[in-house]
């Protein structure tokens, strides 16, 4: 099984701020099968990104993607309001599939 | 669009079974798996299993065999996860969610059902 560890646990920063998320895997994630998604209380997860950089559709370009093997990293350009959330790596490349604990990006 | 509508919140007693449904719209519903995902109460998703939805063939992630069952009914576009012999350790929010196509993603997500085990 692939173990997905993500950090930091929580990022606190200020709207308008750069957030930077990562997501480390015990193994290599097959082709970058590696999705993103976001979390806000009460609401299902929304994917961000799938195959470690593809945008899914509708999501706004200060959201990105990058990362291969082992190492991926989700970057929030500059934070709006709407972007304090939970965020959860994902991994599809290989069964069972599995799910980072998640980052917390919370408001300073 | 594509949408999973979930059935509604279920409060059950130690021991006793419950049936989550998931209605999908807005595509055709055996393109595309649909798995179950659990989120206990503050803590981190954790992937169930999935059910292909052309030929109705269910996999199981380790942790949730026995118990738990996944079903479909193509009539009415709907996919099912029943869980016999309830434990309170089951309380948690279950999501299905649409496999992409092609690589296993997940691309539409129902908005969950909470189901509480209490006596």
């Known amino acids: 099984e692939i173990v997905l560890t993500q950090s930091p646990g929580t990022l606190s920063l200020s709207p308008g701020e750069r957030a930077t998320l990562s997501c480390r895997a015990s193994?290599?994630?097959?082709?970058?099968?590696l999705a993103w998604y976001q979390q806000k209380p009460g609401q299902a997860p929304r994917l961000l990104i799938y195959?470690?950089?593809s945008r899914a559709t509708g999501i706004p370009d200060r959201f990105s993607g990058s990362g291969s093997g082992t190492d991926f990293t989700l970057t929030i350009r500059r934070l709006e309001p709407e972007d304090f959330a939970v965020y959860y790596c994902?991994?599809?490349?290989?069964?069972?599939?599995?799910f980072g604990g998640g980052t917390k990006v919370e408001i300073k | 669009q594509v949408q999973l509508v979930q059935s509604g919140s279920e409060l059950k007693m130690p021991g006793a079974s419950v049936k989550v449904s998931c209605k999908a719209s807005?595509?055709?519903?055996?393109?595309?798996?649909i798995n179950w995902v659990r989120q206990a109460p503050g803590q981190g998703l954790e992937w169930m299993g999935w059910i292909t939805t052309n030929t109705g063939n269910p996999t199981y992630a380790q942790g949730f065999t026995g118990r738990f069952v996944f079903s479909l009914d193509t009539s009415v576009s709907t996919a099912y996860l029943q869980i016999s012999s309830l434990k309170a350790e089951d309380t948690a929010v279950y999501y299905c969610?649409?496999?992409?196509?092609?690589?296993?993603?997940?691309?539409?997500w129902g908005q969950g059902t909470l189901v509480t085990v209490s006596s």
């Open positions: 195959g470690a950089s």
């Open positions: 994902h991994q599809y490349g290989s069964s069972p599939l599995t």
């Open positions: 807005g595509y055709t519903f055996t393109r595309n798996a």
């Open positions: 193994q290599s994630v097959s082709s970058s099968y």
């Open positions: 969610a649409r496999d992409a196509p092609g690589p296993d993603y997940f691309d539409y």
